[in-house]
């Protein structure tokens, strides 16, 4: 009897063990096609394990997170719109890098940037310093007569 | 050693706004007129070699050159490197516009310090590379300071960049006291000039 008694037991605490497995699932499933962006600095040096911060089409917080050791983070939109990402090293470097989604949760890629890279940015730049310093020399010299 | 928008706290973009307007206008008022060919030569030298990327510490580095600029600028270092940074900032997006104040008082505090240093060592090709070395470091703990004043968690972050800069410093301390040798034996009322102030 007591041996019966004890299997039952056993039976019907391992019964209640699965249940309470069965009664908080978790499931994973394997995909494609997230999107991702890459961050990375003068010379193309990766910004590895940067601190990352997606912001959907609403304004709020999608996903947190770092860089890989190659600089990138990927993520999986789930609405078409605007979206913001915000890539910082804690080191004073940080970049906004502003996302279009499309209707197929794909980004509408959008590499013009508003800055004049390589030689003709240093040219301009030069230029610049030697027009801007011309100038106060200019009003410089006009106070002195 | 640009600081981005965004990353530092109201207060410390205030102070730094502050602090490098007073360094621009002290610097602006004791520029005589001779000296403006050579505040255009150092803005444009400063704007040129921020971009040379030297591959060192996890986001690189890239020489300053604010010690040699302080030595033959004195105070005119604070409008050269300000003019410097915010082309820089324009055209390549290298640093942020709002922390345009900060990054100018990082730079050309530390070069100011080795202008006043320069004076007080007699052997100046040794004082070149002292002032070289230093400036680099006392950029890195103003931006150590600018940063941790802003949030706590940056202090790990802060000693890379310090790790990281250290052969810059010393390639900037070599680049620096040459400089200063070939100044003196070419035009040395350049540098010799400015620190009799």
Redesign the interface.
């Known amino acids: 009897m007591k041996v019966i008694k004890s299997i039952l037991l056993t039976l019907a605490i391992v019964y209640m063990a699965s249940a309470a497995v069965r009664g908080h699932p978790i499931y994973a499933s394997e995909g494609t096609g997230a999107l991702f962006v890459k961050s990375y600095?003068?010379?193309g040096?990766p910004?590895?394990f940067a601190d990352v911060i997606i912001y959907g089409p609403d304004g709020e917080e999608f996903i947190t997170g770092m860089t890989d050791k190659n600089g990138v983070f990927a993520f999986l939109p789930d609405t078409a719109g605007d979206w913001k990402t915000?890539i910082?090293?804690?080191?004073?470097?940080?970049?906004?890098k502003n996302i279009v989604v499309n209707e197929a949760l794909k980004i509408d890629i959008n590499d013009k940037?508003?800055?004049?890279?390589g030689f003709f940015?240093?040219v301009?730049?030069?230029s610049?310093?030697?027009g801007?310093?011309?100038l106060?020399?200019l009003t410089?010299?006009k106070k002195?007569k | 050693m640009h600081i981005s928008d965004g990353v530092l706290s109201p207060g410390v973009l205030a102070a730094g706004t502050i602090l490098a307007a007073a360094g621009i206008s002290l610097g602006l008022k004791k520029i005589s007129y001779r000296e403006i060919s050579t505040l255009a030569v150092m803005t444009s030298a400063f704007f040129v070699v921020s971009l040379i990327h030297i591959p060192v510490g996890p986001a690189g580095a890239h020489l300053i050159l604010n010690g040699l600029a302080g030595i033959i600028l004195g105070w005119g270092i604070f409008p050269a490197l300000f003019t410097g940074l915010l082309l820089q900032a324009l055209i390549f997006g290298h640093g942020g516009i709002t922390a345009l104040g900060v990054n100018t008082l990082n730079m050309a505090l530390p070069g100011l310090l080795c202008w006043k240093l320069f004076s007080l060592i007699k052997h100046k090709r040794a004082a070149g590379f002292v002032a070289g070395v230093l400036s680099v470091f006392v950029s890195v703990v103003l931006l150590y300071i600018s940063l941790s004043l802003s949030r706590q968690s940056f202090i790990p972050a802060a000693r890379i960049i310090a790790a990281g800069h250290l052969p810059v410093a010393l390639l900037e301390g070599f680049i620096t006291a040459a400089a200063v040798s070939f100044i003196i034996k070419t035009s040395p009322e350049m540098i010799m000039k400015n620190n009799a102030y």
């Not at chain 1, 940037?113 to 890279?117: A, E, G, L």
């Open positions: 600095y003068d010379g040096t910004a590895a915000v910082d090293d804690g080191m004073g470097h940080r970049i906004i940037s508003k800055y004049t890279p940015g240093i301009t730049g030069v610049l310093i030697f801007l310093w011309g106060f020399a410089m010299g002195d």
